[in-house]
C-alpha cells in the first residue's frame, strides 16, 4: 500500500525540532502517536500510521533515531542502548503530543511496540497530558518509569513467549498498577516478541495481530 503522509518537522519544548512521518485526517479527529521499534522509523511504522489514518485518526511516528533506520539486530540494539529515553519522552514525544493537540481535536492517546513500548509506559507515567496510552511488549526500567504511577487510562498486548518483555515484567506492570487502583486492559498472547509486525514473518502471528488491533481500536474509541 503507498504511503499515505508525509515526512514533516515539529517542534520539541526545549525549542529545537525532530522530524517524523505524519498522516492528517481531519481538525475534528483525535490523534495518535506511533513510537518506533528498535529499528527505526521505518516502512513498518509507517504503515502503522497509516492504518491509524484509515481508522480516521490523525497520526504521527517521531523520528527518534534522526533519520538512521537499524539494518541488523545488533545494529538495532545498539542505537536503542544508545538512546537517550527521558529525551525521547519529554522532547520528542511531548512534542509529538503537543502538535497532535493542536492538529486535531485535542486528544491524543500514544501508542509503541517494543523499544516504543517500553516508551509508552514511560508516557503514561510522565506525560499527564495525553488521554491514553497502548503499549505492545515493552517496558522500560523501573528506575525511569514505575508502572504504579500511570496516570492515564492503559491497555497493554503482550506475549506469552516474549525473552525481552517478559511474562513476569508483565505480571509486575500488571500488578504494581492494581496496587495504585488502577485498572488497566492487560492481554496476553501465545505469541512471540514483535507478534504484530508484518515484515518479520518468523515471529509474525496474523491472528493475534487482529485481534490485538481491533481491541486498540476499540479502546481508543472509548477513550478518546
Not at 68 to 92: I, W
Request: glycine share 8%; net charge negative.
Amino acid at each position: 500500500m503507498p504511503k499515505q503522509g508525509e515526512i514533516i518537522e515539529f517542534s520539541r519544548p526545549d525549542g529545537t525540532h525532530c522530524r517524523g512521518y505524519y498522516v492528517a485526517v481531519g481538525k475534528d479527529k483525535p490523534s495518535v502517536v506511533v513510537i518506533q521499534e528498535w529499528w527505526g522509523l521505518n516502512e513498518q511504522i509507517c504503515s502503522v500510521v497509516d492504518r491509524f489514518a484509515a481508522a480516521g485518526y490523525n497520526a504521527l511516528a517521531p523520528d527518534l533515531y534522526h533519520g538512521r533506520v537499524a539494518q541488523d539486530a545488533d545494529e538495532a540494539s545498539h542505537m536503542m542502548n544508545g538512546l537517550d529515553f527521558p529525551g525521547a519522552t519529554f522532547q520528542d514525544i511531548r512534542g509529538a503530543v503537543a502538535y497532535l493537540q493542536a492538529a486535531g481535536n485535542g486528544r491524543v492517546a500514544v501508542m509503541g511496540f517494543c523499544m516504543g513500548g517500553a516508551l509508552t509506559v514511560a508516557s503514561a507515567v510522565h506525560l499527564p497530558e495525553i488521554n491514553a496510552a497502548v503499549c505492545f511488549y515493552g517496558m522500560p526500567p523501573q528506575e525511569f518509569a514505575d508502572p504504579a504511577q500511570i496516570c492515564v487510562p492503559f491497555q497493554g498486548h503482550f506475549a506469552t513467549r516474549d525473552t525481552w518483555c517478559t511474562p513476569d515484567a508483565v505480571a509486575f506492570l500488571q500488578s504494581s498498577m492494581h496496587g495504585a487502583g488502577r485498572v488497566p486492559e492487560i492481554y496476553h498472547y501465545e505469541a512471540d516478541h514483535a507478534f504484530f509486525n508484518q515484515a518479520r514473518p518468523e515471529v509474525y502471528d496474523p491472528h493475534a495481530s487482529d485481534l490485538a488491533w481491533a481491541r486498540t481500536l476499540d479502546f481508543l474509541e472509548r477513550q478518546l
